[in-house]
């Protein structure tokens, strides 16, 4: 009985999909290979790229032909612009940036929308509250974002909150067969179990508003990991000082120490003061972002 319920929901969400997305006239965009302008785009919108030493940004601009090769781009009632393709290729290859020779196998759209939607993939009327998918059944391999959501999220460093990458992260959670929050193919160094623990017990600490982490990241293990991957990309720092056990083990996962990254570039001999712009590269004065 239950597997002829679960059918059902499949062919009701197919038929949802073909009236909603299927019918609309998209707009891909034609992807040929890296323009060298791309560059300052990448420089004034991309944090994580400004951060990079120069033999790192050539390899972050491989890692993005390579994705916009495999991966179409496209706008649903909305126009598709070069930064959102690069918006989008950047939100893949951040989290996993460390870790050599890694492809999505999970992926082959992102379908952009003009704004919010609901569970019947409606941009008008009420309910619209999602910002980003990943899609399943009839949707498998692709997945929906809110286009002024993703540009937010590069916008503004300091809300921990990028919806490009926290779907990403649902794609690299689901690299093992499952998106359930404990992305395996990952762990080779940090065991599962303990993992577990710990999102159990910061998702109590959100429940009991004992914590800055997100609050939607207790709505189960699944989106407390992406939900912790955002604040780790987006406030390294900060995660460290405020849960360094969380800190440490997505410093595993992703195979990246954001946190020596920057403290590498602080001891440099260049002296940075109090109204420089942060060597973190999130634009802030450096008194009013890692100084704190």
């Not at 991309?46 to 790192?56: A, F, K, N, Q, V």
């Not at 982490?213 to 992406?226: D, L, R, W």
Request: proline share 6%; hydrophobic share 35%; with cysteine.
């Amino acid at each position: 009985m239950g597997l002829y319920f679960f059918s059902l929901f499949i062919i009701l969400l197919s038929i949802i999909y073909y009236f909603n997305i299927g019918k609309r006239k998209p707009t891909t965009f034609q992807f040929t290979d890296f323009k060298p302008e791309w560059r300052k785009l990448l420089h004034n919108h991309i944090i994580y790229y400004r951060s990079l030493e120069p033999e790192e940004k050539i390899e972050f601009e491989r890692r993005i032909t390579r994705f916009l090769k495999k991966v179409r781009i496209t706008g649903i009632k909305t126009t598709v612009e070069e930064i959102d393709c690069l918006l989008v290729a950047s939100s893949a290859i951040i989290p996993t940036f460390a870790i050599p020779r890694f492809e999505y196998t999970t992926i082959r759209e992102v379908l952009l929308y003009p704004d919010l939607f609901n569970t019947d993939f409606e941009i008008t009327g009420p309910d619209r509250r999602i910002g980003g998918m990943v899609g399943t059944g009839s949707l498998d391999g692709m997945m929906i974002l809110s286009k002024p959501l993703l540009r937010k999220g590069f916008s503004n460093s300091q809300d921990k909150k990028n919806v490009g990458i926290h779907e990403f992260l649902h794609l690299m959670d689901k690299e093992d067969g499952l998106i359930d929050g404990i992305p395996k193919a990952f762990m080779d160094n940090a065991p599962s179990l303990p993992w577990m623990e710990l999102g159990k017990k910061k998702i109590d600490q959100i429940l009991s508003n004992q914590s800055d982490i997100n609050p939607y990241g207790a709505t189960n293990a699944e989106e407390f990991f992406a939900v912790a991957g955002e604040y780790f990309f987006e406030r390294p720092v900060m995660m460290h000082q405020k849960h360094p056990e969380l800190y440490s083990f997505l410093k595993k996962v992703f195979r990246q120490n954001l946190v020596e990254k920057l403290n590498h570039k602080l001891s440099r001999p260049k002296e940075i003061g109090r109204n420089d712009p942060c060597p973190c590269g999130s634009g802030e004065k450096f008194k009013r972002c890692c100084l704190q």
